[in-house]
């Protein structure tokens, strides 16, 4: 297992996959993660698809701009649409725990928010009063992309108050 710092310094959003299944343990390691992200007041508003069918996911694929590899898996996350407001932020949190979860276990991941919801919504069968949060595609990477670069906590951190920057040295 990777340990959680460095597993949050190097997951990357995976978009080339091998041609190369991944295992039901695997996949139900990755839902219980996912199951375990902290949820406002523990409602748990969350439904998992986990979709493997080759022909449902290049469906999925087709109404959804934001999905660019043949991935051999995904999870979509939804929440019935009188939980949206709330539930959203615990799809996130769940979407998360998926992302690290994956990496974890040398499978790639990337968080998608480009799909038509609607028709991904009848792909899955799922009813008018579901709303899809997140698709999260998964797979064996066929190769990891360069760490993007990131801000200086000094350009995104305040202390105590608005404007007061951080000028605590950068962690390494």
């Given at each position: 297992m990777v340990e959680v710092l460095e597993?949050?310094?190097?997951?990357?959003?995976?978009?080339?996959?091998?041609?190369?299944?991944?295992s039901?343990?695997?996949a139900a390691k990755i839902l219980e993660a996912a199951r375990w992200a902290p949820s406002a007041g523990n409602k748990q508003p969350w439904t998992f698809i986990y979709v493997k069918d080759p022909q449902v996911l290049r469906?999925?694929?087709?109404?959804?701009?934001g999905f660019y590899a043949d991935a051999t898996a995904a999870i979509v996350i939804g929440v019935d649409k009188k939980d949206e407001q709330r539930g959203t932020l615990d799809a996130c949190f769940a979407a998360e725990n998926i992302l690290l979860a994956a990496h974890a276990?040398?499978?790639?991941?990337?968080a998608i928010v480009s799909f038509n919801?609607?028709?991904?919504?009848?792909?899955?069968?799922?009813?008018?009063?579901?709303?899809?949060?997140?698709?999260v595609s998964l797979g064996y990477p066929d190769k990891f992309p360069s760490p993007p670069s990131k801000r200086k906590l000094s350009e995104i951190?305040?202390?105590?108050?608005?404007?007061?920057?951080?000028?605590?040295?950068e962690v390494s």
């Open positions: 597993a949050i310094r190097t997951r990357r959003s995976v978009r080339s996959f091998k041609d190369e299944k991944i039901d343990q695997n469906m999925i694929k087709n109404c959804s701009p276990l040398g499978i790639g991941s990337c919801s609607d028709p991904v919504r009848e792909i899955v069968n799922a009813p008018e009063t579901w709303q899809p949060i997140l698709v951190v305040c202390v105590n108050f608005y404007g007061k920057k951080w000028q605590t040295s």
